[in-house]
């Protein structure tokens, strides 16, 4: 189990907010769950892709991600402790982007304790198990010699490089059938069985549900986070359980 232990008020989980300049509505609705939603929390959870592409903390430098990560150090600074595990999107989030956001980064997979309820966080994509060409992607990606290579390169060069795996992502995913797009049954099976977890969270499918499922007998369940695109969407849990939420 993980040091994280919560025990009086709601906690929050949300993923998948895809920000960029280039889509305003998705970082309007941050914005407004920053000022209205999140202040009332005991902690908030991001689990992953809340960045559309993060290719380097130099990143920062743009006016628009210094402006959401100041917008989270904002919530932190008032006392709601901000927790974020990386994405495909922005497994490249490091040190100085934490300091900017005042969060504490994840491992994925981690466990915390939710109101005396051991719960397992994801970003989601590692359960995905039957897209072979995704999986090898994603084992080159995070090794830490790809990592060093790629974060050598000009800020310029590494943009250009992420815009050109997006467009090949793109058109990757228009030739795989939807099913092994979402996770496997059998890896969330594996996964909450190993960490000894009744609840699982995670993000990545854009698939918003709560799934009800016995792992060796014990009634279960898994909610899949919902993306940002056209509304706001969260999971709020307090000792009575879980709920998900959309706004305004
Ligand atoms: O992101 P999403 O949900 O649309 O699709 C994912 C999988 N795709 C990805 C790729 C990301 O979208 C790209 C992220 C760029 C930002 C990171 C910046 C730093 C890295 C820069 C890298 C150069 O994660 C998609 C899944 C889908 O989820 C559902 O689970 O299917 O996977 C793919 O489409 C991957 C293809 O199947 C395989 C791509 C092969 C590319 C091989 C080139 C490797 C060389 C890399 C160096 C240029
Ligand atoms: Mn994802």
Not at 60 to 79: I, M
Not at 88 to 115: E, Q
């Amino acid at each position: 189990m993980s040091a994280q232990r919560h025990g009086d008020g709601p906690v929050l989980f949300i993923s998948d907010l895809h920000l960029t300049p280039e889509r305003p509505a998705p970082a309007a609705l941050f914005h407004r769950f920053i000022r209205d939603i999140a202040p009332h929390a005991e902690a908030l959870y991001i689990l992953g892709d809340f960045f559309e592409a993060w290719v380097g903390d130099d990143d920062l430098g743009l006016p628009f991600h210094a402006g959401v990560a100041a917008s989270l150090k904002g919530l932190a600074d008032a006392g709601v402790r901000v927790y974020f595990m990386a994405g495909n999107r922005d497994f490249l989030a490091g040190p100085r982007l934490a300091a900017h956001a005042g969060w504490t980064h994840l491992a994925d997979p981690c466990v915390i304790d939710l109101h005396g309820h051991p719960t397992l966080l994801s970003h989601g994509d590692a359960y995905c198990t039957d897209d072979p060409a995704y999986q090898a992607f994603r084992q080159q990606v995070r090794t830490a010699a790809w990592q060093a290579d790629f974060l050598a390169k000009p800020l310029e060069e590494r943009r250009a490089m992420a815009r050109a795996i997006r467009e090949r992502s793109e058109q990757a995913k228009a030739g795989k059938k939807p099913d092994i797009m979402d996770v496997n049954p059998d890896a969330i099976l594996a996964a909450m069985r190993q960490a000894g977890v009744t609840r699982l969270i995670h993000g990545h499918t854009h698939r918003p549900a709560r799934h009800f499922l016995r792992v060796d007998g014990v009634e279960c369940e898994r909610w899949v986070l919902p993306d940002w695109y056209e509304s706001g969407g969260y999971l709020a849990c307090d000792s009575n359980g879980c709920q998900a939420r959309t706004f305004p």
